[in-house]
């Protein structure tokens, strides 16, 4: 698959992955911060922003698209920042083509499988929000603010309604507004997004210590918890975790300045 991807700076090639409902939008104020430094590039992911749609959502098909991405690129290493679900696709990719990795970063989620918080995961929000992403109509929608009146029916946090009218978009043939994420797919391979990547699927490499490895955790953020540890060091037994004290599960947007810092302990 040919993902579309934005490009930034010089230097020794670093490759951000966004999370559910990101886009390469998201990372660039960071990217062009990283971008002193390195040639950045900051992707879509299958399914989300400018990336084609697919039929299937799977953490293979997203690691494939990675080395895709890589070979097409020119890639041979590089260091690989993801972001929730990105950071999943980068633990997988990473465990897969070790010698392709300088560095694994990643930010607000461990190698765990959250469906086992059942009603504590956040799998029942995210199905809120997929079903009702499916459930707008599009015909009847004058403006973002419309989207936003109809999302607020169906989700309370404002936060979360914002950062999701960032995919609304109007379609230069129709002149129709509609979502830049295929909700409909992403609530059919749901489970795996939020239960995929955890330490079943990496048992036969452990431990992992092929390249540095560094966990960014927003610590007003339930995704890393503090007993996540003993798993992310039984897995990465030499991986730093940085806190940023006044974060949440967005911590590259809501803290960016200690987000870059922590970045840059291994960057």
């Known amino acids: 698959m040919e993902l579309f991807y934005r490009k930034e700076g010089s230097g020794s090639p670093l ?11 998201n990372w660039l104020n960071i990217g062009k911060r990283l971008a002193e430094k390195h040639t950045v590039y900051m992707i879509d992911q299958r399914n989300h ?10 953490y ?14 020119n890639i041979e290493k590089a260091t690989l920042l993801g972001h929730s679900m990105g950071g999943k696709v980068a633990m997988w990719f990473a465990a897969d083509f070790p010698e392709r990795i300088e560095k694994l970063v990643i930010a607000d989620i461990a190698p765990k499988d959250y469906l086992q918080l059942k009603d504590e995961s956040q799998f029942y929000l995210h199905r809120n929000i997929l079903l009702a ?7 009847q929608v004058k403006s973002r603010n419309d989207v936003d009146d109809f999302m607020a029916e169906k989700i309370d946090d404002a936060r979360i309604r914002q950062f999701l009218l960032k995919n609304v978009e109007k379609n230069k043939t129709s002149k129709r507004y509609q979502w830049r994420v295929n909700a409909e797919v992403l609530y059919d391979y749901l489970e795996e997004i939020v239960g995929g990547v955890n330490k079943s699927w990496l048992d036969d490499r ?15 953020s339930k995704y890393i918890q503090d007993e996540d540890k003993d798993l992310i060091k039984e897995i990465y037994p030499d991986a730093n ?27």
């Open 206 to 220: 452990l431990p992992i210590t092929a390249y540095p490895v560094i966990f960014i955790r927003g610590l007003l």
């Open 60 to 73: 293979d098909d997203m690691r494939d698209d990675l080395e895709e991405f890589f070979i097409k690129h």
């Open 15 to 25: 490759v951000v992955v966004h999370g559910l409902y990101g886009s390469s939008d």
């Open 133 to 139: 992403m499916q459930e707008i109509d599009f015909s």
């Open 241 to 267: 975790i940085v806190d940023i004290p006044n974060a949440g599960h967005w911590l590259h947007a809501e803290s960016p300045k200690e987000f870059m810092k922590a970045v840059m302990l291994c960057c």
């Open 49 to 58: 922003g400018r990336s084609p749609f697919a039929e299937t959502h799977t």
